[in-house]
């Protein structure tokens, strides 16, 4: 009994790391973890501070004289909230038709047996590789009609080659046993992908999901490209145009005379908190999910 479980003993304090370790792992991280909250921290502080307290502090930590000023300005703008509301719509459209098109195209990838398989995982794999650039793309979009319209930042990133090799990979891990008795019931294979495969691959889709649904958020550079009218304009590049040009006139706002009272740097911070948090909210729901789903997509086949 001694000889065998003085190895495991052994190997335990093996793997263990030692203090002076454990010492600069933690510090790594917190010095990480400050770095990526410290931007934030400010611009939302910045956000609930009057304008002589940012002018007088341009660091700040926490708010001081609390005012709402510069988020009921941003609030009373039409042209900001329609940006919103577009974004939402181009997230919410865009992630759907994602996993719409990812899914069922993961699922044919993970069969080997098909005909042409390697051939199609070829393919994706050299349009993850190589990309055709701006104005190849540009000239397609334009030529298919795409410009100054929504479908232009949709359409176009239909399907993420990374994410589909990600969902294949994880229905690798899929026992097959399942597939086949369900088959043996008289199950087709959409019946098959949508009552069996689907429901336990919740951890992959809601990952590749997060992916796509960042990505549109986020996204302002297809928008720069295609999208010259500003009342279509997405909320990042009206955000691109309050912050880097201080450019106050595409808020709608104007009219009512506020800007005079309002620190553009209160708008700017404000703007930046209204564009950010709504993405921020939709992680912690997700993120059981994530760390799990990204793992065995990446390990499997």
Not at 1 to 21: D, E, H, Q, Y
Not at 62 to 75: H, I, K, N, S
Not at 175 to 182: K, M, R
Request: proline share 6%; no cysteine.
């Amino acid at each position: 009994m001694i000889s065998g479980v003085a190895p495991a003993a052994t190997l335990g304090r093996l793997r263990r790391n030692p203090l002076w370790a454990e010492i600069i792992i933690y510090t790594i991280l917190l010095l990480a973890g400050v770095v990526t909250l410290l931007p934030i921290v400010v611009v939302f502080a910045r956000s609930l501070s009057p304008s002589y307290i940012i002018a007088r502090y341009p660091l700040l930590l926490w708010p001081r004289d609390l005012t709402f000023e510069a988020y009921e300005y941003v609030f009373q703008t039409n042209t900001l909230t329609r940006s919103f509301w577009i974004t939402v719509f181009i997230t919410v459209m865009g992630t759907s038709l994602n996993l719409g098109f990812t899914i069922p195209g993961a699922f044919g990838l993970s069969k080997t047996h098909v005909p042409g398989n390697r051939l199609l995982m070829g393919i994706i794999v050299f349009a993850m590789l190589f990309h055709a650039g701006i104005v190849p793309t540009y000239i397609l979009v334009n030529r298919l009609g795409l410009l100054n319209s929504l479908w232009a930042l949709i359409i176009p990133v239909l399907v993420s080659p990374f994410n589909v090799i990600l969902m294949r990979n994880y229905f690798w891990s899929v026992p097959l046993e399942l597939e086949d008795s369900a088959k043996i019931d008289g199950a087709s294979d959409f019946q098959v992908l949508v009552r069996i495969i689907v429901p336990l691959s919740k951890p992959a889709i809601a990952t590749i999901g997060l992916f796509y649904a960042v990505s549109h958020w986020n996204d302002f550079f297809r928008a720069l490209f295609y999208i010259t009218d500003n009342t279509k304009w997405p909320l990042q590049l009206l955000l691109r145009s309050i912050v880097i040009n201080s450019n106050f006139q595409n808020m709608g706002a104007v009219d009512s005379g506020r800007e005079a009272f309002v620190n553009p740097e209160n708008i700017k911070a404000a703007s930046i908190v209204f564009a950010t948090v709504p993405i921020l909210l939709v992680y912690p729901f997700l993120q059981k999910y994530f760390v799990k789903g990204i793992m065995l997509g990446a390990v499997k086949g």
